[in-house]
T-cell receptor, first 119, second 113 residues
Framework: NAGVMQNPRHLVRRRGQEARLRCSPM?????VYWYRQLPEEGLKFMVY????????ESGMPKERFSAEFPKEGPSILRIQQVVRGDSAAYFC?????????????????FGPGTRLTVL | AQSVTQLDSQVPVFEEAPVELRCNYS??????LFWYVQYPNQGLQLLLK??????LVKGINGFEAEFNKSQTSFHLRKPSVHISDTAEYFC???????????FGRGTSLIVHP
């Protein structure tokens, strides 16, 4: 059973270009989470999606960032008009069932990440 | 809101020596606590988790952690480290009322031969 897959592993973009990051969850997992890791910082939650639905985007910047998880295919994190401050590692995680706030914790399985460098 | 503090950004240690990586949390409600390991250029892997029950939690690769409610700590320990333990270690806990984990800044464990 393959783990969470992310591609590309490394992405270089010039300022103003678009970055598209892909995440294929583990087989049987229908819940996807995106995190951003800035240098020397922990992971920061960005967005939680189920198939065709955005459940929680409280961590997403208001502009230029968007995410989707279509019925077929991988989840996509899109960053439009990238700036140098977008340079970071972006991690995707998946879980088989929905998390239950305050009652239990549903383990998330992480992909290897995409390292975005904006020149 | 939950916050997680990792007091040491870097911990150098010699091979076969014991190690403790510190984590403190803030919360006035029941907590769930986790330690993740990130090897170079890889994603995070769950080392161990505390949900309830015994305060001493054993994880993979010989690591263990102890939940201490009075000190609001969840320190990670290993009695004898290997070179292969060199990695970044993150403590995490869901924010109050949330299912999304808050991560500490991470501790870089560097094991020297």
């Amino acid at each position: 059973n393959a783990g969470v897959m992310q591609n590309p592993r490394h992405l270089v973009r010039r300022r103003g270009q678009e970055a598209r990051l892909r995440c294929s969850p583990m087989k049987g997992h229908s819940h996807v989470y995106w995190y951003r890791q800035l240098p020397e910082e922990g992971l920061k939650f960005m967005v939680y999606l189920q198939k065709e639905n955005i459940i929680d985007e409280s961590g997403m910047p208001k502009e230029r960032f968007s995410a989707e998880f279509p019925k077929e295919g991988p989840s996509i994190l899109r960053i439009q008009q990238v700036v140098r401050g977008d340079s970071a590692a972006y991690f995707c995680a998946s879980s088989p069932i929905a998390p239950m706030a305050g009652l239990s914790y549903n383990e998330q399985f992480f992909g290897p990440g995409t390292r975005l460098t904006v020149l | 809101a939950q916050s997680v503090t990792q007091l040491d950004s870097q911990v150098p240690v010699f091979e076969e020596a014991p190690v403790e990586l510190r984590c403190n949390y803030s919360s006035s409600v029941s907590v769930y606590l986790f330690w993740y390991v990130q090897y170079p250029n890889q994603g995070l892997q769950l080392l161990l988790k505390y949900l309830s029950g015994s305060t001493l939690v054993k994880g993979i690769n010989g690591f263990e952690a102890e939940f201490n409610k009075s000190q609001t700590s969840f320190h990670l320990r290993k009695p004898s480290v290997h070179i292969s333990d060199t990695a970044e270690y993150f403590c995490a806990a869901p924010s109050g009322g949330s299912y999304i984990p808050t991560f500490g800044r991470g501790t870089s464990l560097i094991v020297h031969p």
